[in-house]
C-alpha cells in the first residue's frame, strides 16, 4: 500500500469521524436547545396560571368581604383551599425548573432549628389524620439553634411526609419524624419512616428520577413525579445528603443530613438581617385538611333531603374536598353516604343497602376498577349501578372501566349537572325496568308460567307478605329471615326490581290485599279491613289508603256499592 492511499484512507477516516462527530454536538445543542425552550414555556405557563390565580382567590376575598356570614362559606372555603394546592404545585414546577437551568439559590436564616421542624411537620399532621395513620414527631433535643432556608426545607419535609402517608394503608399505619443533631451539634439528621408497603428492590434506582410517578409502589395514586427528585435536588442544594431503605411489604426509611453551622454557607447564601419565624409555620406546606379539619366544628350542615323513599347514594373519593363538595350538592335530591377508598365502600355495601355508587377511579387501598370488578362478580351486589370518575381521558381507560362493569363513565374535570344527568338515566332506565317486573304481577302469581331468578325471587316476596298481612309486627328484619337473605340483599334486591325499599313493599302488598279485600266484601268495616292488612290504627290504615289510591276507604266503598 503506497503513501497516497494511506493518506486517502486516514483522511476518508477523518472525515467520517468529524462527520458524526459534528452531528452528535448538533443533535446534543438541539436536544440542550429544545430542552431550554420547554424549561422556558413551562416557567411562562406556570407564571400565566399563577396570574389568574392570584385573581381567583382575590375575587373570593372580595365576596367574603361583602357577605362575611352567608350560606356560601363553605364554598368560599373549598374555592381557596383548591387554589392553594394548585399554587404549590405550581410552584413546585417552578423550583424545578429552576434547580435544571441552575438558578435555584440558597438563602440561610438563624434561628430554632428543631422548634421550626416541630411546627413545620404539626402542620402535616391534619393529612395524616385524614389517612387514619398514627403520626409521632420527636426533636432531640427539642431546642437547637442554627442556619436553615426554611423555604427549602418545607419542601423537603412537606415531600417526605406526603410521601410516606400517600403510601402507607391507614389501617395500623404509623408514620415517624425523628430530629436529632451529630455529636458535633453542626448537622442536624432528619428520619421518615413509615410501615408501608415498601419500595421494590429493582425499582429503587428509578427513586429519585424525575418524572417517576412512584408505580413501584402499587398503590393508585397520582403526581407529578417531582417530588423526590426535587427533594434530592434541595438537599443537595443546602450541602446535606438523602439516604434510604426500603423493604417491600414492611416500610420505608428516608434519613436527611443537613448542615446548620454558619460556616457551611458562602457570603451570598446567609441571611443576616432576618430570622426563622416559629410564631407560625409556612403557608406553603399547609393541607387542605388543615382548613378541612379547622372547620368541622363551625361549618353549616349539608341540607339533606328528607324523602326517605329518596335513591341512598354511595359517593367514593379519596379527596376530602370533593368528597365534601359531591355531598353538599347532591344531598338536596338524594340521600348520601361516602367512603375514601374501595375498601371502605366494601365494607358499607356490606353493611347497608345503597341504590348507586358514584366512586373516583384513582384511589390508594383499592381502586374504583378493582371496586367495580368486586361488586359485579358479587351474586348479591352485582345489580348495583356504577358511576366512575376519573381524571384520565384515554379511550382505553374508558373501556377498561367499562369492561370492568362501570354502567357509566365521567372524565375530571365535569359538570355537577352531567353527573345528574348520568344518575337520572340510570335511574330511569331501572324504573322501567321495575315497572315491567311489577306488571308481570299478575303472571308471576300463576304457577303454570315459567319464572325468571328474578320474578321467582318476587313471587317468594308477595307470598312471604301476603301470609303475614294480619301481622302488624311483620317488619323487615322478619322479611328478610323468611326470604333467607341480609335485610340489605333484601334492599338491594327489592328496590333494584320494584323500586321500592323494604318497607313501602310490605305497606304496598298491604293496599293492594285491602283492595281486594274491599272488591270481595265491600260491607267490611274499616276497622276489621285495617286489623286484616297489618294495621294497628284505622286512622293511619285511611291515611295510607288516600295516599295509594287518592280516596279514602269509606268513599271508595260507598262508591263501589252505588255502582252496584
Same mark, same amino acid.
Given at each position: 500500500?503506497?503513501?497516497?492511499?494511506?493518506?486517502?484512507?486516514?483522511?476518508? &477516516?477523518?472525515?467520517?469521524?468529524?462527520? !458524526?462527530?459534528?452531528?452528535?454536538?448538533?443533535?446534543?445543542?438541539?436536544?440542550?436547545?429544545?430542552?431550554?425552550?420547554?424549561?422556558?414555556?413551562?416557567?411562562?405557563?406556570?407564571?400565566? +396560571? @399563577?396570574? /389568574?390565580?392570584?385573581?381567583?382567590?382575590? $375575587?373570593?376575598?372580595?365576596?367574603?368581604?361583602?357577605?362575611?356570614?352567608?350560606?356560601?362559606?363553605?364554598?368560599?372555603?373549598?374555592?381557596? +383551599?383548591?387554589?392553594?394546592?394548585?399554587?404549590?404545585?405550581?410552584?413546585?414546577?417552578?423550583?424545578?425548573?429552576?434547580?435544571?437551568?441552575?438558578?435555584?439559590?440558597?438563602?440561610?436564616?438563624?434561628?430554632?432549628?428543631?422548634?421550626?421542624?416541630?411546627?413545620?411537620?404539626?402542620?402535616?399532621?391534619?393529612?395524616?389524620?385524614?389517612?387514619?395513620?398514627?403520626?409521632?414527631?420527636?426533636?432531640?433535643?427539642?431546642?437547637?439553634?442554627?442556619?436553615?432556608?426554611?423555604?427549602?426545607?418545607?419542601?423537603?419535609?412537606?415531600?417526605? @411526609?406526603?410521601?410516606?402517608?400517600?403510601?402507607?394503608?391507614?389501617?395500623?399505619?404509623?408514620?415517624?419524624?425523628?430530629?436529632?443533631?451529630?455529636?458535633?451539634?453542626?448537622?442536624?439528621?432528619?428520619?421518615?419512616?413509615?410501615?408501608?408497603?415498601?419500595?421494590?428492590?429493582?425499582?429503587?434506582?428509578?427513586?429519585?428520577?424525575?418524572?417517576?410517578?412512584?408505580?413501584?409502589?402499587?398503590?393508585?395514586?397520582?403526581?407529578?413525579?417531582?417530588?423526590?427528585?426535587?427533594?434530592?435536588?434541595?438537599?443537595?442544594?443546602?450541602?446535606?445528603?438523602?439516604?434510604?431503605?426500603?423493604?417491600?411489604?414492611?416500610?420505608?426509611?428516608?434519613?436527611?443530613?443537613?448542615?446548620?453551622?454558619?460556616?457551611?454557607?458562602?457570603?451570598?447564601?446567609?441571611?443576616?438581617?432576618?430570622?426563622?419565624?416559629?410564631?407560625?409555620?409556612?403557608?406553603?406546606?399547609?393541607?387542605?385538611?388543615?382548613?378541612?379539619?379547622?372547620?368541622?366544628?363551625?361549618?353549616?350542615?349539608?341540607?339533606?333531603?328528607?324523602?326517605?323513599?329518596?335513591?341512598?347514594?354511595? &359517593?367514593?373519593?379519596?379527596?376530602?374536598?370533593?368528597?365534601? @363538595?359531591?355531598?353538599? +350538592?347532591?344531598?338536596?335530591?338524594?340521600?348520601?353516604?361516602?367512603?375514601?377508598?374501595?375498601?371502605?365502600?366494601?365494607?358499607?355495601?356490606?353493611?347497608?343497602?345503597?341504590?348507586?355508587?358514584?366512586?373516583? &377511579?384513582?384511589?390508594?387501598?383499592?381502586?374504583?376498577?378493582?371496586?367495580?370488578?368486586?361488586?359485579?362478580?358479587?351474586?348479591?351486589?352485582?345489580?348495583?349501578?356504577?358511576?366512575?370518575?376519573?381524571?384520565?381521558?384515554?379511550?382505553?381507560?374508558?373501556?377498561?372501566?367499562?369492561?370492568?362493569?362501570?354502567?357509566?363513565?365521567?372524565?375530571?374535570?365535569?359538570?355537577?349537572?352531567?353527573?345528574?344527568?348520568?344518575?337520572?338515566?340510570?335511574?330511569?332506565?331501572?324504573?322501567?325496568?321495575?315497572? %315491567?317486573?311489577?306488571?308481570?304481577?299478575?303472571?308471576?302469581?300463576? /304457577?303454570? &308460567?315459567?319464572?325468571?331468578?328474578?320474578?321467582?325471587?318476587?313471587?317468594?316476596?308477595?307470598?312471604?307478605?301476603?301470609?303475614?298481612?294480619?301481622?302488624?309486627?311483620?317488619?323487615?328484619?322478619?322479611?328478610?329471615?323468611?326470604?333467607?337473605?341480609?335485610? $340489605?340483599? +333484601?334492599?338491594?334486591?327489592?328496590?333494584?326490581?320494584?323500586?321500592?325499599?323494604?318497607?313501602?313493599?310490605?305497606?304496598?302488598?298491604?293496599?293492594?290485599?285491602?283492595?281486594?279485600?274491599?272488591?270481595?266484601?265491600?260491607?267490611?268495616?274499616?276497622?276489621?279491613?285495617?286489623?286484616?292488612?297489618?294495621?294497628?290504627?284505622?286512622?293511619?290504615? $285511611?291515611?295510607? !289508603?288516600?295516599?295509594?289510591?287518592?280516596?279514602?276507604?269509606?268513599?271508595?266503598?260507598?262508591?263501589?256499592?252505588? %255502582?252496584?
Amino acid at each position: 500500500m503506497n503513501l497516497l492511499t494511506i493518506i486517502i484512507i486516514i483522511t476518508v &477516516v477523518l472525515s467520517v469521524g468529524l462527520f !458524526f462527530a459534528g452531528r452528535e454536538l448538533f443533535l446534543r445543542s438541539v436536544r440542550v436547545r429544545n430542552r431550554l425552550q420547554m424549561n422556558a414555556i413551562y416557567t411562562n405557563i406556570t407564571h400565566e +396560571l @399563577l396570574t /389568574p390565580l392570584t385573581v381567583i382567590s382575590a $375575587s373570593i376575598e372580595r365576596l367574603r368581604s361583602m357577605e362575611p356570614k352567608t350560606e356560601h362559606e363553605q364554598s368560599y372555603d373549598l374555592m381557596q +383551599l383548591n387554589i392553594d394546592r394548585m399554587v404549590r404545585l405550581l410552584q413546585q414546577i417552578l423550583e424545578t425548573n429552576k434547580s435544571q437551568s441552575g438558578e435555584l439559590k440558597l438563602l440561610v436564616a438563624y434561628g430554632d432549628v428543631m422548634q421550626y421542624i416541630q411546627q413545620t411537620a404539626l402542620c402535616i399532621e391534619p393529612l395524616m389524620a385524614q389517612k387514619r395513620v398514627k403520626f409521632t414527631i420527636q426533636c432531640l433535643p427539642e431546642s437547637m439553634m442554627g442556619w436553615i432556608d426554611t423555604d427549602k426545607l418545607d419542601k423537603i419535609i412537606y415531600n417526605l @411526609l406526603s410521601n410516606a402517608a400517600k403510601y402507607t394503608p391507614g389501617e395500623n399505619g404509623k408514620v415517624l419524624l425523628q430530629v436529632k443533631t451529630n455529636k458535633k451539634y453542626d448537622h442536624i439528621i432528619i428520619r421518615v419512616s413509615d410501615n408501608g408497603i415498601g419500595i421494590p428492590q429493582e425499582e429503587q434506582k428509578k427513586l429519585f428520577r424525575r418524572f417517576h410517578d412512584g408505580a413501584y409502589r402499587q398503590q393508585s395514586t397520582i403526581g407529578t413525579g417531582l417530588g423526590l427528585a426535587l427533594t434530592r435536588e434541595l438537599v443537595f442544594l443546602h450541602g446535606g445528603s438523602i439516604d434510604y431503605e426500603s423493604e417491600e411489604g414492611k416500610g420505608t426509611v428516608f434519613t436527611v443530613t443537613l448542615p446548620i453551622n454558619k460556616e457551611a454557607f458562602s457570603t451570598s447564601q446567609i441571611d443576616e438581617k432576618h430570622q426563622i419565624s416559629i410564631s407560625t409555620a409556612r403557608n406553603a406546606i399547609l393541607d387542605i385538611a388543615r382548613r378541612m379539619h379547622d372547620q368541622e366544628a363551625t361549618e353549616a350542615p349539608v341540607v339533606t333531603t328528607t324523602n326517605d323513599d329518596a335513591y341512598k347514594l354511595l &359517593v367514593v373519593e379519596d379527596n376530602i374536598e370533593l368528597l365534601m @363538595l359531591l355531598n353538599q +350538592l347532591l344531598s338536596s335530591k338524594y340521600r348520601i353516604k361516602t367512603a375514601n377508598n374501595g375498601q371502605e365502600a366494601l365494607e358499607a355495601i356490606n353493611k347497608e343497602a345503597f341504590d348507586l355508587i358514584v366512586s373516583d &377511579v384513582m384511589m390508594p387501598v383499592m381502586d374504583g376498577l378493582e371496586l367495580t370488578r368486586r361488586i359485579k362478580s358479587d351474586p348479591i351486589h352485582k345489580h348495583l349501578p356504577i358511576i366512575l370518575l376519573t381524571a384520565k381521558t384515554q379511550e382505553e381507560d374508558r373501556n377498561e372501566a367499562l369492561q370492568a362493569g362501570a354502567d357509566s363513565y365521567l372524565t375530571k374535570p365535569f359538570k355537577l349537572s352531567d353527573l345528574e344527568v348520568r344518575i337520572n338515566n340510570i335511574i330511569e332506565n331501572r324504573q322501567r325496568v321495575q315497572a %315491567d317486573m311489577v306488571s308481570l304481577q299478575s303472571n308471576i302469581i300463576q /304457577p303454570e &308460567v315459567e319464572l325468571t331468578a328474578d320474578e321467582l325471587f318476587l313471587k317468594r316476596a308477595y307470598e312471604c307478605v301476603r301470609q303475614h298481612l294480619s301481622d302488624s309486627d311483620y317488619d323487615r328484619e322478619t322479611f328478610a329471615n323468611d326470604m333467607g337473605a341480609s335485610a $340489605s340483599t +333484601l334492599y338491594n334486591k327489592l328496590r333494584a326490581l320494584t323500586g321500592m325499599n323494604v318497607s313501602n313493599f310490605i305497606r304496598d302488598q298491604r293496599m293492594k290485599a285491602a283492595m281486594e279485600i274491599i272488591q270481595r266484601s265491600p260491607d267490611i268495616r274499616i276497622s276489621d279491613l285495617a286489623y286484616k292488612v297489618g294495621f294497628k290504627d284505622p286512622k293511619y290504615f $285511611s291515611t295510607c !289508603f288516600k295516599k295509594e289510591f287518592g280516596t279514602q276507604p269509606s268513599e271508595y266503598i260507598e262508591n263501589l256499592t252505588k %255502582d252496584r
